[in-house]
T-cell receptor, first 112, second 112 residues
Framework: AQSVTQLGSHVSVSEGALVLLRCNYSSSVPPYLFWYVQYPNQGLQLLLKYTSAATLVKGINGFEAEFKKSETSFHLTKPSAHMSDAAEYFC??????????FGTGTRLLVSP | GAGVSQSPRYKVAKRGQDVALRCDPISGHVSLFWYQQALGQGPEFLTYFQNEAQLDKSGLPSDRFFAERPEGSVSTLKIQRTQQEDSAVYLCATIDYDDEQFFGPGTRLTVL
């Protein structure tokens, strides 16, 4: 079975500060890993994905994530937060491009 | 259309009523997924179609939940005799073979 743990239901940063959202996964087979963002009353939008190629993955809006097998982690980072980054972020795992298993989400709050 | 659409966007039902939620996929997308997202939680997998075939329905919480995709395009998720615990956002996602899942905006179901 696969699972994802997101540490911290809420993360607060100041505008311009580093964003770090944590995700640890459990999988018995090589995983595919994803980060999605959800704005209020909208569907999920893919930020980036890891599919066993490069371990450092760059996504949209300046986000990136690094797959670390030894730590079973796939943390999401952005060097400088923007007010428009305030949203809910979900980490997800799957076997190939199949059904996704999501974490419980982390709400990112950005203050001026 | 350009993306996945879902209707209605909001549905209020009295306990015991039947509801039908519709998903219009991206044209030509073979695979379709339904997820349930309870308040404050990540989406949870309900069921999966490849064309008109329902290949996985392991996530459907009870026999009151039924999904169909008769012509391999539009899908309907039906919930019979709704209960308060069915209140959630129901998300539809589609993919074209091996690719990312594109999500619709969801249907927010409130059961009174």
């Amino acid at each position: 079975a696969q699972s994802v743990t997101q540490l911290g239901s809420h993360v607060s940063v100041s505008e311009g500060a580093l964003v770090l959202l944590r995700c640890n996964y459990s999988s018995s087979v090589p995983p595919y890993l994803f980060w999605y963002v959800q704005y209020p009353n909208q569907g999920l939008q893919l930020l980036l994905k890891y599919t066993s190629a490069a371990t450092l993955v760059k996504g949209i809006n300046g986000f990136e994530a690094e797959f670390k097998k030894s730590e079973t982690s796939f943390h999401l980072t952005k060097p400088s937060a923007h007010m428009s980054d305030a949203a809910e972020y979900f980490c997800a795992v799957s076997t190939g491009f199949q059904k996704l298993v999501f974490g419980t989400g982390t709400r990112l709050l950005v203050s001026p | 259309g350009a993306g996945v659409s879902q209707s209605p966007r909001y549905k209020v039902a009295k306990r015991g009523q039947d509801v039908a939620l519709r998903c219009d996929p991206i044209s030509g997308h073979v695979s379709l997924f339904w997820y349930q997202q309870a308040l404050g939680q990540g989406p949870e997998f309900l069921t999966y179609f490849q064309n008109e075939a329902q290949l996985d329905k392991s996530g459907l919480p009870s026999d009151r939940f039924f999904a169909e995709r008769p012509e391999g395009s539009v899908s309907t998720l039906k919930i019979q005799r709704t209960q308060q615990e069915d209140s959630a956002v129901y998300l539809c996602a589609t993919i074209d073979y091996d690719d990312e899942q594109f999500f619709g905006p969801g249907t927010r179901l409130t059961v009174l």
